[in-house]
């Protein structure tokens, strides 16, 4: 399995030169965002991937899209892989608009408004609901026989939460799995 941390965004471009949350909902990326996206897939081209997972945000739908053309892969759209609530740009598009902006992709593994749990009513992503959907995500993939062929399009937080690697836009990491299920780094 890879995981491949998003392009840079526009929040990402705002909050690297100011420190604070520039209140960039579900942010798009920039046009280095689309370049990182690119080489991205130049770089996957020979990697043996057969599907593309993607967190229904805007910057991973974006960072996913050229890796899908250039290896001619579905994208499957699950909310599992998404960022963990901190920020206004972890804040999502609803699955209607999601649907209108992608009709070549399947939503419905999507709720309408999808980057809150039922009874998440907080700003933030509370941790035992974010250590909750990643366990999840790697029982998943543990019982899934595509699992080391499987590219997952992402971000900071979940990839970090997954491997403990710190990932910069636009970077990928390898992933293995142990005897337990856990995904390991094994490289970058």
Do not use: K, Y
Request: glycine share 10%.
């Amino acid at each position: 399995m890879i995981l491949l941390r998003h392009g840079q965004s526009q929040f990402n471009l705002h909050h690297h030169a100011t420190g604070l949350d520039p209140g960039i909902v579900d942010a798009p990326l920039t046009p280095l965002g689309h370049e990182q996206a690119e080489a991205a897939a130049r770089a996957l081209a020979g990697e043996g991937l057969r599907r593309i997972l993607c967190s229904p945000l805007t910057r991973a739908l974006q960072t996913a899209a050229p890796v899908a053309a250039r290896l001619d892969l579905p994208v499957l759209v699950t909310p599992a892989v998404r960022e963990r609530r901190g920020a206004s740009c972890d804040v999502g598009t609803c699955r209607t608009d999601l649907a209108r902006a992608w009709p070549h992709l399947d939503m419905s593994q999507l709720d309408e408004v999808w980057w809150r749990e039922a009874d998440d009513e907080e700003e933030h992503e509370p941790d035992h609901l974010f250590a909750a959907r990643i366990a999840a995500f790697g029982t998943g993939m543990a019982g899934d026989p595509d699992w080391a062929h499987t590219l997952v399009v992402c971000h900071f937080g979940f990839i970090h939460a997954v491997t403990g690697c710190t990932l910069g836009n636009g970077e990928w990491v390898r992933c293995r799995m142990d005897e337990g299920g856990r995904l390991l780094a094994v490289e970058r």
